[in-house]
């Protein structure tokens, strides 16, 4: 498999360089996304990194999607988001990782009905970027709330 985002950002998170990562799962990293236009978007990164869901053994997968339910809880519990979305997709990333997104009330009832992916454009989703020092504290809170599950 050739190297993707997801391998690069995977060997960041065990090297301690890269700033998104929230913690240290039982099957991988919980980071918190590049763009936060959505408060609280999250990705669960494999480690290892594998092509998709279904490269994993019965006992992996398991992990990785209990690991990204837990990860769901927790920003149900620091976000106050009504609902969360769950995405794996790796159309142009082929590598396993799963998009966690809060949805809130207080967004446009034509954009919280559909789809991350569907109903914000690329301008949109790429409108406010990571910043360490303004969402470390969110970060923090997210973790907390994964350490109390695990």
């Not at 996304?33 to 997968?61: A, E």
């Not at 990860?71 to 590598?95: K, P």
Request: net charge neutral; hydrophobic share 40%; glycine share 6%.
């Amino acid at each position: 498999m050739k190297s993707t985002l997801i391998h690069q950002r995977v060997e960041a998170a065990r090297q301690g360089n890269n700033p998104t990562v929230i913690c240290q799962m039982p099957s991988g990293w919980a980071v918190l996304g590049d763009s936060q236009f959505i408060v609280g978007y999250c990705l669960l990164l494999p480690d290892p990194v594998v092509l998709d869901l279904n490269t994993l053994t019965g006992k992996q997968r398991q992990q990785f999607l209990n690991d990204m339910a837990i990860l769901g809880d927790a920003l149900l519990e620091v976000t106050q988001a009504y609902l969360i979305n769950y995405s794996i997709l790796g159309n142009s990333e082929r590598a396993l990782h799963a998009h966690i997104f809060p949805r809130y009330m207080s967004e446009p009832e034509n954009c919280r009905k559909l789809p991350v992916f569907a109903s914000y454009s690329r301008e949109q989703r790429n409108s406010c970027l990571f910043d360490y020092q303004r969402d470390k504290k969110l970060m923090e809170g997210i973790e907390t709330a994964i350490r109390n599950r695990l």
